[in-house]
T-cell receptor, first 113, second 108 residues
Framework: DAGITQSPRHKVTETGTPVTLRCHQT?????MYWYRQDPGHGLRLIHY???????DKGEVSDGYSVSRSKTEDFLLTLESATSSQTSVYFC????????????FGSGTRLTVV | KNEVEQSPQNLTAQEGEFITINCSYS?????LHWLQQHPGGGIVSLFM???GKKKHGRLIATINIQEKHSSLHITASHPRDSAVYIC??????????FGTGTRLQVFP
């Protein structure tokens, strides 16, 4: 979707290295989310943000941190990448949380070797 | 047991067939979403509904709040409908809980 972009689209990294994924939106939406998608699981929430500098943990937050210093950018950092963090990561945005719909980014495929 | 369950997990159909994908949920949700994901692709929102029925082209989504059940129907299916269809519920006002998806393949 033109209003939300994720970078990089693909990344291969080594175990133990830090990695940062970026989600950028041009919609001025308040809510931003990071999910991971793994075979056999539905998308699972890692962290989310409900405003600048306002973030909270999701169900699979261990090993991840986030930052949102401005409305348009939500960064996901893997502090020390592990093979279990090999996954496809999706960012999503929403203007009013659950009241209206969500727009998803195209995903980042991360491989930790 | 997942809080959002979809069936079937996999579905194959011939072009032109009527398709139904089901979603049941066990938590209180404020809205139900149907999403579409093409192979290797991003996720597109198809519908958000909290009651009744919505229609967009050949796609119809229904929800029964009392029975905690929703269905996605595709009429006159086409090979380009081949994708993974994901059901998700909004809970705690601002978070989504997802089903594991239904993989649909439509053959010419």
């Amino acid at each position: 979707d033109a209003g939300i972009t994720q970078s990089p689209r693909h990344k291969v990294t080594e175990t133990g290295t830090p990695v940062t994924l970026r989600c950028h939106q041009t919609e001025n939406h308040r809510y931003m989310y990071w999910y991971r998608q793994d075979p056999g699981h539905g998308l699972r929430l890692i962290h989310y943000s409900y405003g600048v500098k306002d973030t909270d943990k999701g169900e699979v937050s261990d090993g991840y941190s986030v930052s949102r210093s401005k409305t348009e950018d939500f960064l996901l950092t893997l502090e020390s990448a592990t093979s279990s963090q090999t996954s496809v990561y999706f960012c999503a945005i929403s203007a009013r949380g659950g009241v209206d719909g969500y727009t998803f980014g195209s995903g980042t495929r991360l491989t930790v070797v | 047991k997942n809080e959002v369950e979809q069936s079937p997990q996999n579905l194959t159909a011939q072009e032109g067939e009527f398709i139904t994908i089901n979603c049941s949920y066990s938590v209180g949700i404020s809205a139900l979403h149907w999403l579409q994901q093409h192979p290797g692709g991003g996720i597109v929102s198809l519908f958000m509904l909290s009651s009744g029925k919505k229609k967009h082209g050949r796609l119809i989504a229904t929800i029964n709040i009392q029975e905690k059940h929703s269905s996605l129907h595709i009429t006159a299916s086409h090979p380009r409908d081949s994708a993974v269809y994901i059901c998700a519920g909004t809970y705690n006002t601002d978070k989504l809980i997802f089903g594991t998806g239904t993989r649909l393949q439509v053959f010419p």
